[in-house]
């Protein structure tokens, strides 16, 4: 890939998952019906951000009626609401909410990404469609690699699809290998890698995972991204 810009743009044309392609492109048909008058994006999610990022957050998966309908990572639904509003409480994003592509968002030295960029159902990827997502994870990687100084992966399947991902693009991950939970933290060569609940309704309504305990993750990897 020469740029991000053409990553993107492949990205966004992608069939390889024959399950994610039917699902996805029947929920854009069948829509929500408090969605009933929006065109759904209906394909496969591009990360965002800006080229030369020095952070990057990882999550999971686009939701079927968020990123799906509107296009953008963690936008329209209600994860989103909670990541964006942290990000713009650590100066990270221009504005708290993330409604649609073209609402002005803007985010400092961030770029977001996951390691499946279809919505799957009940939002369950398999390993068999991880693993056929990997090479855009991989390729994206590679692309940040000039300025990539930290990484938040939201999740225990984000931390998983990453680390080999790491290892093929110079940073080496420690043996044994790092689990995942919320906090969790390890450095290899030149960048920090930070772990982080996901934000999930599950976990932000049951309290699992509060905006306290997310802003301060989103905090201490943007200094060691030296964003702050």
């Known amino acids: ?31 929500r019906a408090a969605f009933r008058d929006w065109t759904y994006w209906g394909r496969p999610v591009p990360g965002f951000g800006p080229p030369d990022a020095r952070l990057l957050i990882v999550g999971l998966a686009p939701a079927a009626h968020g990123a799906n309908r509107t296009g953008r990572m963690f936008t329209g639904d209600r994860s989103g609401d909670v990541l964006y509003a942290a990000l713009h409480a650590v100066g990270l994003a221009n504005q708290p909410t993330a409604v649609h592509k073209d609402d002005g968002l803007a985010l400092r030295g961030t770029r977001i990404t996951a390691p499946v960029h279809c919505a799957p159902p009940a939002n369950k990827p398999t390993p068999q469609e991880r693993n056929a997502c990997r090479h855009w994870l991989d390729a ?5 690699r000039p ?8 999740g ?5 699809a990453l680390l080999p991902v790491l290892e093929e693009n110079g940073w080496p991950v420690p043996r044994p290998r790092p689990k995942f939970g919320h906090g969790a933290h390890f ?3 030149d960048l920090h890698v930070f772990g982080s609940y996901h934000v999930s309704q599950q ?26």
């Open 1 to 31: 890939m020469s740029s991000l810009a053409v990553l993107d743009a492949q990205v966004a044309e992608c069939r390889a998952c024959p399950r994610l392609v039917e699902w996805r492109e029947q929920v854009a048909r069948e829509k």
């Open 140 to 144: 994206e990687l590679a692309l940040l």
């Open 147 to 154: 300025t990539l100084r930290a990484v938040v992966v939201l």
């Open 156 to 160: 225990g399947f984000g931390w998983q």
């Open 187 to 189: 450095q290899t060569a």
């Open 203 to 228: 976990n932000t309504f049951t309290g699992r995972l509060t905006p306290a305990m997310l802003e301060e993750v989103l905090g201490e990897a943007g200094r060691a991204a030296g964003l702050m």
